[in-house]
């Protein structure tokens, strides 16, 4: 039903907004001043919230070259055939999952209904008050028949050793960085974990105060024990201490991925090379999974087998991709890439080069390969990446002669 102005009481409970980006396109100061008025309250803490003017045009205009955010705020005060051609035209370049409220200055049923026809979440009649707004966009998240919000990607590797960590920390640091998406690394190898040393930080708290605690897990826990390292980009840590031993049931981390899926984009998975009934069960029951291999025969004959155990289980969904690392080590025999997809009969998603001097670089420094050489190779496999899993292919298209004017766009656009 058409959602008209009302006075939501004092009382009213309204959940918070988790860490999603939300860019609003006003035609009104009326909007614009009751949306400022918003970005105070504490249900909008985790928000990433970007205004600007020009409604329905400014937002196709702003979407033809970069990435949607999660949420799209337009407010029209046009006729309805115009407002009907702005939403064919951003349909035309919003990514899958984005939402769009609409605020209008009619009460409209037609209207209305050809909104909902085209996938619009919301329709709001203006004038709308800061705390209208901020129940609608909850609402768009807490309601009970909403999708999580997070997406989980597994990141494993083959054998101990072949780089899985390092890749999962930088295609994570690549998203939140240039694709601007609320991104949480989740480092599940207790005992050894190096997301604390990888970004320079040694959290007092982490992922293990989390998963000894099932009863207590919550959005509010969670929040606590996140570091932040950028805008878009937090570690739930390792503690990386042998104090106790880390054994879980099959279901010990599920509390916590339910808790992170309702709440952050962006789950990335580093998980150990351990097959137990926990790791099993996480690496099978996430949205994507990256398995890192080397070029040589132990992580052949794993990768094979880990293809088929996902294969049996996963039928309907995305084969796993697959990373060769560390390809070309001088005076190592290995196979090659070509004989090495021959062998599993799949295409390599991608192929990482030996390069111990980046490595090296960003490991002594707590930096990712993008930080230290934002323009080598390496960097370039990584952005690559994130705009697979994301799909955000406009990243790759532009970033070969155009990579230093997108970063500096990207960076302005704090979502």
Same mark, same amino acid.
């Given at each position: ?72 705020? #337009? ?34 049923? #037609? ?68 694709? @601007? ?6 480092? #599940? ?59 879980? @049931? ?51 004959? @794993? ?12 039928? @309907? ?70 705009? #697979? ?27």
């Amino acid at each position: 039903m058409m959602q008209t102005n009302k006075t939501l009481g004092g009382s009213q409970y309204i959940p918070s907004l988790p860490r999603v980006s939300i860019q609003v396109f006003c035609e009104t100061s009326d909007l614009s001043a009751a949306i400022q008025g918003a970005t105070s309250d504490r249900r909008m803490d985790k928000v990433h919230l970007k205004v600007q003017m020009g409604g329905g045009a400014a937002a196709v205009e702003a979407y033809r070259h970069s990435p949607t955010p999660n949420v799209i705020v #337009l407010e029209t005060v046009s006729s309805r055939n115009e407002i009907l051609e702005h939403l064919d035209s951003l349909s035309e370049v919003c990514d899958a999952g984005t939402k769009v409220l609409v605020i209008g200055h009619v009460n409209d049923v #037609l209207l209305y209904r050809e909104l909902m026809r085209r996938g619009v979440s919301e329709y709001l009649i203006s004038p709308v008050s800061s705390v209208d707004i901020i129940n609608s966009l909850s609402s768009l998240f807490s309601a009970s028949d909403s999708p999580p919000v997070g997406r989980s990607i597994a990141v494993m590797g083959t054998r101990g050793g072949v780089g899985a960590s390092t890749i999962a920390h930088n295609l994570a640091y690549t998203i939140a960085r240039y694709i @601007n998406i609320e991104t949480v690394i989740a480092d #599940l190898d207790l005992a050894f974990g190096t997301a604390g040393l990888d970004f320079n930080q040694d959290p007092a708290q982490g992922i293990a105060e989390a998963v000894f605690a099932p009863d207590r897990i919550d959005a509010n826990m969670v929040d606590r024990l996140l570091s932040r390292i950028t805008d878009f980009l937090s570690i739930l840590a390792a503690p990386a201490t042998l104090d106790r031993v880390y054994d879980f @049931n099959e279901a010990g981390f599920d509390s916590l991925l339910e808790v992170l899926k309702n709440t952050i984009p962006m789950i990335v998975l580093d998980v150990p090379h351990v097959w137990t009934a926990w790791s099993r069960r996480l690496v099978i029951n996430a949205d994507d999974i990256f398995i890192v291999a080397s070029p040589d025969l132990a992580s052949l004959r @794993n990768a094979k087998n880990m293809l088929d155990t996902f294969g049996m289980v996963r039928k @309907n969904d995305n084969q796993p991709k697959l990373i060769m690392n560390m390809v070309g080590m001088p005076k190592r025999p290995e196979i090659s890439v070509a004989e090495f997809a021959k062998n599993l009969d799949m295409q390599i998603t991608s192929v990482i080069q030996f390069d111990p001097t980046l490595f090296g670089a960003a490991s002594n420094n707590g930096q990712m390969i993008a930080e230290v050489q934002p323009k080598s190779k390496v960097a370039e496999s990584f952005m690559e990446l994130a705009g #697979l899993i994301t799909g955000r292919t406009e990243i790759k298209a532009q970033k070969k002669s155009l990579l230093e004017p997108l970063i500096s766009k990207l960076s302005k656009k704090k979502a």
